[in-house]
């Protein structure tokens, strides 16, 4: 049975030590001189170890229990919780000042806050997790390529290719940081090109056929749900841009008179436009009276000081009963390049500019924000009202000749 608070004051030392046994691993260890000691035991390399937990009532049997809930989360990603907590502590002491660890979060401090929060949050939940168990303590200078290698490897083990590419892609970081601060001479990242299997290219699920389209735009339109996780979804179509664009938008970028919203693109931090049609502008006129007093167009449910969850607009999809292979976030994106190519009848490149993709000229020179921008706000303005019409039933041209 699991011990409770009681168990453990009502129990009386002996001439030798008690075990009080908790669940999953965790103990009390009751000394003759009355002190009582937590303990957890664990399997790792085919080896049984232990690990103090502290002292009760210090710690307390909930405290407890979380550390336990820690360290097993160590071990079922292959990491051994005592050579972590020696980690940290090395990390902490004057002479981990330059390992792995602290230039990291050194590095992470420096630049987290030009980035997008959630981007930010899973770089770091990255490092923790995946390197920090088992480099985080090193002197960066003294980590070799192999070394890093079989580390970002027990990533790509468990099937996490693309995590795994990207987390040498944020080392590679860590150590030009290192080198710019006159803690190392170069960015051993650099040899392991090549060396982790190509990630597969996967396409994110969208609906393109237009039948298909006119039942997910009504099944929007209909959304019990939050009224701001409505507007959303209804805005998403119209303007097709990245999730975390859309979820993260600000009123002061939004020109409701002028109708455009102007913002910086996250994945390549360039200015971007997007005209905004007749039908986004109601919706955002329409949210602004309950959201407009605040700094996001779509506030998270339990605070205005932060933008809605990336996982707002995908819940709502999953309860209108839109499933995960069928439609995805970024699935407007590709509902909008196909249809406005294929049935609308667009030229590629005013698309592409829309999709705040790279164009180039003929010289090889990136276009600007303004390029085209006559031409993409009578697109936009059509795709809306082609919108409108597939919602309310008009005679729908399949793609491909698909009926």
């Known amino acids: 049975m699991a011990l409770t608070d009681t168990a453990i004051r009502n129990a009386k030392p002996a001439q030798k030590p008690i075990k009080l046994t908790d669940e999953r691993g965790l103990y009390l260890l009751l000394k003759p001189n009355g002190s009582r000691w937590w ?57 981990g000042a330059n390992s792995f660890e602290v230039i990291t979060r050194e590095w992470y401090t ?30 960066i200078a003294e980590i070799a390529a192999p070394e890093l290698l079989a580390t970002v490897r027990r990533i790509e083990s468990r099937g ?6 990207r987390a040498l892609g944020n080392c590679g970081q860590v150590f030009r940081y290192a080198i710019a601060t006159g803690r190392a001479t170069r960015d051993i990242s650099a040899d392991l090109r090549g060396a982790l299997p190509p ?4 396409h994110f699920a969208a609906i393109t056929e237009p039948k298909q389209v006119a039942s997910l735009l009504r099944a929007m339109d209909d959304y019990t749900g939050s009224h701001v996780v409505r507007c959303a979804l209804r805005l998403a179509p119209l303007v097709f841009v990245r999730p975390g664009e859309l979820r993260t938008a600000e009123w002061k970028d ?16 360039t200015p971007h436009i997007v005209p905004l049609a007749r039908q986004a502008v109601e919706i955002l006129t329409e949210l602004q009276a309950l959201t407009g007093s605040g700094r996001f167009v779509f506030p998270g449910a339990r605070t205005n000081g932060r933008p809605m969850s990336d996982n707002a607009i995908l819940a709502a999809m999953r309860r209108m009963g839109i499933d995960k292979e069928e439609m995805s976030g970024h699935g407007f994106r590709a509902m909008a390049r196909t249809i406005l ?39 936009m303005q059509q795709w809306a009202d082609y919108l409108d019409k597939l919602k309310a039933g008009a005679e729908i041209v399949p793609l491909h000749g698909v009926a």
């Open 341 to 379: 190519d294929e049935v609308l009848g667009f030229r590629p490149d005013f698309i592409e500019h829309q999709l705040a993709h790279a164009v180039k000229d003929p010289n090889g020179r990136a276009y600007n924000r303004t390029a085209h921008l006559p031409e993409r706000r009578k697109m």
């Open 254 to 269: 939004i020109d409701i008179d002028g109708a455009e919203w102007r913002y910086t693109v996250t994945k390549t931090n």
């Open 199 to 202: 990630v597969k290219g996967e």
């Open 160 to 165: 996490a290719v693309e995590t795994a590419h």
């Open 110 to 139: 420096k630049y987290s806050g030009t980035w997008n929060a959630s981007h930010g949050e899973r770089i770091i939940r990255r490092f923790e997790r995946d390197l920090f168990p088992w480099i985080g303590s090193k002197p």
């Open 39 to 95: 303990r957890f035991d664990y399997r790792y390399g085919g080896k049984r170890k232990t690990l103090s937990m502290g002292v009760y009532p210090d710690v307390s049997l909930k405290d407890a229990r979380n550390r336990r809930d820690e360290a097993r989360k160590l071990l079922a990603f292959d990491a051994d919780p005592g050579e972590n907590r020696k980690a940290v502590k090395a990390a902490k002491s004057e002479q």
